[in-house]
């Protein structure tokens, strides 16, 4: 249910669940240093015990009990934070590990929406607060998807509209010899790499299978997934000549123009941006991946995004999960 800043901060001060926004997505938080409230983070989403969570933290002087600040992670907070960028450390003992995976790193990202930030100023401990969602299922950008997806068993949640953003943020693994962006985000490869004045690498080859812990959420072969059935296709080209689209189905395009393309075809068309503008693809990819579910299409089609640049990486990153077989 909704609920108000002090019943969620009670939840959490207790020990408990609460589902808070950030700018990126809705967050399940909980006491990132209680492994037994983490715990109850895992058994909510259903979440695998190898994919690690973030935690949440007001800003670099906070993080530093619980990680090694680096150098870099110096330059990268000064300049990113608050904001969508986390940071993969070396965690420091005081970390529980169901928070890592058991791995000997840590995320540490400080938010930027005000009412996330407002409880991080009013507790004592950093919060772990993965989307909420059941594990594997589209990300939440409003409250009434949170509500919609978890039901009764829902924890109290603080609403605050729309995320402003859409996507989780990029993750750059700063324990590896060259850092690495480990899941795209809205903080591209150029920025950083402007930011550090040296060459990062970028994992494009992520998507795979595996029961081994991941170093960073996201990793999953299969995520993102809305309940409805759904259909890759490399090009809009593809999709127009794959005789793929029916009556009841769902496609979701990249702009106004690219419905025009579709309109012989008896299936529904969306488009993500009007004019195909990318920020507003990246915010309206999972709000309609929520709506879509709710109208009862028999599939969804997705199309992958010429890629640009890293945010068109980051979309399609989302796109090719959420389209993937369970593994």
Not at 26 to 36: D, V
Not at 179 to 205: A, F, N, Q
């Amino acid at each position: 249910m909704l609920s108000s800043f002090s019943d969620c901060k009670r939840n959490l001060v207790d020990g408990n669940l609460a589902v808070l926004p950030t700018e990126t997505v809705y967050g399940l938080a909980a006491n990132g240093l209680n492994s037994e409230a983490v715990n109850k983070i895992f058994k909510l989403k259903g979440r695998p015990a190898n994919n690690p969570v973030i935690l949440h933290i007001s800003g670099l002087d906070e993080s530093r009990p619980y990680a090694i600040i680096t150098k870099n992670a110096e330059i990268l907070a000064e300049r990113f934070w608050p904001g969508p960028l986390t940071l993969l450390l070396n965690k420091k003992n005081i970390v529980p590990g169901n928070v890592t995976a058991s791995l000997n790193t840590v995320g540490i990202r400080s938010p930027s929406n005000k009412v996330f930030r407002k409880m991080l100023n009013e507790l004592a401990f950093p919060l772990a607060a993965p989307s909420a969602n059941p594990s594997n299922r589209t990300s939440p950008t409003t409250s009434a998807q949170v509500l919609e997806m978890f039901g009764s068993d829902c924890p109290p949640v603080l609403d605050d509209g729309q995320t402003a953003l859409g996507l989780e943020s990029t993750v750059i693994d700063l324990t590896s010899k060259v850092p690495t962006i480990l899941r795209p985000g809205h903080v591209t490869t150029g920025e950083i790499e402007d930011c550090l004045s040296s060459h990062i690498s970028t994992k494009h080859d992520n998507l795979k299978s595996g029961k081994f812990p991941h170093k960073s959420p996201g990793n999953n072969f299969k995520h993102y997934s809305p309940k409805t059935p759904t259909m890759l296709h490399r090009t809009l080209e593809s999709c127009i000549k794959s005789n793929e689209l029916h009556r009841n189905e769902l496609v979701l395009v990249y702009s106004q123009d690219a419905v025009a393309r579709l309109n012989k075809f008896e299936c529904t068309t969306w488009s993500l941006s009007e004019k195909g503008i990318l920020e507003e693809v990246g915010r309206s990819l999972f709000k309609s991946l929520h709506e879509a579910d709710t109208q009862n299409f028999k599939k969804i089609h997705l199309i992958l995004l010429v890629e640009g640049d890293d945010l068109s990486l980051a979309i399609n990153d989302r796109i090719t999960r959420a389209c993937a077989k369970q593994d």
